[in-house]
Structure formats: structure tokens, C-alpha cells
């Protein structure tokens, strides 16, 4: 179930369905050691990571563009579940954007 975050809404509005649709088709990487990233692209992500502690990361998508802004996705384990949290890039910070979680879930590391 995608769920689109207040804090976010001046991205999302509007975007849902192409946010919808990035999500369903998000290319996602295995986290793996030693693995490099574009330098903006990896330093986005490890500040998203460290800041919003998403814990056991997995993957990340790093793709798309939504106006023209990045779109990323983070697969995190929590111990009651799997959350994967979209943030979008405007080039200055990361906003969270939405989040995809199983319906039953409380998101709690």
C-alpha cells in the first residue's frame, strides 16, 4: 500500500500517478560492499539512510526524474516489516515522498 507523506506534498501533488508508476517499476539494486554510486546519488542516499534511521537496508532504486527533480527508493527491515520510503531530490536536500508498506504494518526500527 503507497502512502504519500504530508512533508512531501509539494512534490506529490498532483505526481501521484507518475509516483505510482516510478514505484511500480523501480529498478531496485542490491545493497552490497563496496558497491559505488554516482557521488550525489550516494551521498543522497546515505544522508536519507543516517537521518530517517532506516534500518537492515537491502536495495535501493536510484531512478526517474519527477519534474525534472531525482526520485529515490529505500528498502529498509524493520523488525516487524519491510518499508520502502521514495524520496525525492531537488538537488539541495531529500524530501520523503511516500512509502510502501505492507497495510498491517507499524513503522517502528
Not at 509516483?19 to 552490497?32: C, L, M, N, R, Y
Not at 543522497?44 to 536495495?59: L, N, R
Not at 527491515?77 to 510502501?100: C, M, R
Amino acid at each position: 500500500m503507497i502512502n504519500y507523506m504530508n512533508i512531501g506534498k509539494m512534490f506529490s501533488h498532483g505526481q501521484e500517478d507518475k509516483i505510482k508508476d516510478e514505484i511500480e517499476h523501480a529498478q531496485w539494486e542490491t545493497v552490497e560492499p563496496g558497491k559505488t554510486y554516482p557521488m550525489g546519488q550516494g551521498m543522497a542516499v546515505q544522508s536519507a539512510i543516517k537521518e530517517f534511521k532506516i534500518p537492515k537496508v537491502s536495495h535501493v532504486a536510484l531512478y526517474g526524474m519527477l519534474s525534472n527533480l531525482g526520485l529515490y527508493g529505500i528498502r529498509g527491515h524493520y523488525k516487524n516489516g519491510t518499508v520502502e520510503i521514495f524520496f525525492v531530490d531537488d538537488g539541495v536536500s531529500l524530501t520523503p515522498v511516500a512509502a510502501n508498506e505492507p497495510e498491517s504494518m507499524e513503522v517502528k526500527p
